[in-house]
């Protein structure tokens, strides 16, 4: 919905804030999850979201995006998903709302929000970009424990005035008193076609009703701007939000940030608001960059990453590790037991499972994907795990 941005940039270069001073590390588990976002599935997400045409409130190529999104979270497992509707002067639309619960602090919600519906064009940029990024965010995610909870949240009717973001601030934050860690806001991140597009523009509250919120939003800022440069290849640049979903949450005295593209498009708001126009490399990097930024302020659960493990009495061993082709596994099997070995990657999936029936076993493992992995081997009722790297 943004206008006018480059202008408004030049206005605010002077406020522009260093992020190498905030002292956030990068996380060897944050990054393996980062190195899944799929670059395949972003082209191919941006391809359907345009083939659904011009996707203005009241259209069913709007209805056929909002099928199309709800049922991606089905299938990658979500239940908690909420269609909510509201009735305005362009017609009847909803809000997708997915909320993946946290295991220490179910009822504080980080948000990460765009809106998916567009004006006068198919809008691929403005904001397929913003949606399919959470898309991919979603499923990467789908096993990953977080303490906090998140809501995944598709606006709709954000091009005739935020009116879904504003309905559901007043209609679900307010009446029930919400508690928001954070609210993080994708609008329009595809970048240009033809441009140099190496830097995202990282966005804070820097309004004066309220002025509570803006310290907090100054720091969660630039701790999404560290993590951007941490786990992408691109640049950063602090500005000011305005004209997009947080807006409301912003003016409920919550605290948010948000991204937007570096290079504005001339595009947005038209018929060539297209995929040719755009450059899905770098929305394959902003979506690095939000991941990692989404695990530190969700914060993963390590704790409960961790397997629990149970003493056996047979000595296990395995080698070599790092390993390449193949794993020897030694097991001293008592009383004609049978033990398993089963190989769980960092999204908590299990990607091998191998009976051991002797002593000494040989396993495959030119076909495993390189990377950390948890070993975990039973005998009987018990279990123990290691790590594995597979390189």
Known sequence: MKSNYLAIKLFVLALFISTTSFSQ???PYFGNVVNNVSASNI???????????????????????ENWITARYTDLGYTNIELQTFTYSAGTSNNIIITKTGTTYPNTYVIIDA??????????????SGTVLIMELARLLANVPTEYSIKFIHFSGEEDGLIGSNYYVNNTVIPQNLDIKLVLNIDQ????????????VCERDQSNSPRSNNAASNIATNQLAACIELYSSLNTEISYAYGSDYVPFEDNGEVITGLYESNET????????????????YLFEVTK?????????????????????YSIDASINMFPNPVQQTLHINVDLKNNEVGTFKLIDILGKEVLNKTLET?????????????VYLAVFEVGTKRTTKKLIVN
Request: hydrophobic share 30%; proline share 4%; charged share 15%.
């Open 189 to 200: 991140v595809g970048g240009v076609n033809g441009m140099t597009n190496n830097s995202i």
């Open 266 to 281: 001339p595009y947005s708001h038209g018929p060539n608001d297209v995929l040719a126009n755009m450059d899905p490399t």
């Open 289 to 309: 960059g939000t991941l990692g930024a989404a695990m530190f302020f969700a914060e993963v659960d390590f704790n409960a990453l961790q397997v629990e493990s």
């Open 115 to 128: 809106h998916y519906d567009t004006k006068n064009g198919p809008g691929t940029n403005d904001n397929g």
């Open 43 to 65: 082209l191919n997400d941006l391809t359907s979201f345009e083939n659904f045409g011009v996707k203005e409130v009241g259209t069913q190529a709007l209805t056929h995006a």
């Open 25 to 27: 590390t990068y996380s």
């Open 359 to 371: 002593s000494s076993t040989q396993v495959d493992m030119s076909t495993v994907n390189k990377g």
